[in-house]
Nanobody, 126 residues
Framework: QVQLVESGGGLVQSGDSLRLSCAAS????????MGWFRQAPGKEREFVAC????????YYADSVKGRFTISRDNAKSAVYLQMNSLKPEDTAVYYC???????????????????WGQGTQVTVSS
């Protein structure tokens, strides 16, 4: 069992930066790949970024590549999402999720994630 709590969201202006944090509890965190997803009003939940259990592999959605960076600290049971050059279209609720899948090809799909946080709102004004 893994419990996830996101923090760090807020209201910022276009071009600003934010750093989201996800604190995890549970003994399996260091064995889980982790992902960030987001959901805007009226839209489906979409993949943002993911990171392998060791942190050595990361994948990003094309829409955030070069602007967002995912990282993790297994000693602190935490995963982070550094978001730079934010745009109004980044506005959404951001969710942290954990998966037991070891196949990187599955990490961009929300259906392969076993645990989810409650989400944190990110609003980017133009």
């Amino acid at each position: 069992q893994v419990q996830l709590v996101e923090s760090g969201g807020g209201l910022v202006q276009s071009g600003d930066s934010l750093r989201l944090s996800c604190a995890a509890s549970g003994r399996t965190f260091s064995r889980n790949a982790m992902g960030w997803f987001r959901q805007a009003p009226g839209k489906e939940r979409e993949f943002v970024a993911c990171i392998s259990s060791s942190g050595s592999v990361q994948y990003y959605a094309d829409s955030v590549k070069g602007r967002f960076t995912i990282s993790r600290d297994n000693a602190k049971s935490a995963v982070y999402l550094q978001m730079n050059s934010l745009k109004p279209e980044d506005t959404a609720v951001y969710y942290c999720a954990a998966t037991s899948s070891v196949y990187g090809s599955t990490w961009s799909s929300p259906f392969h994630y076993d645990y989810w946080g409650q989400g944190t709102q990110v609003t980017v004004s133009s």
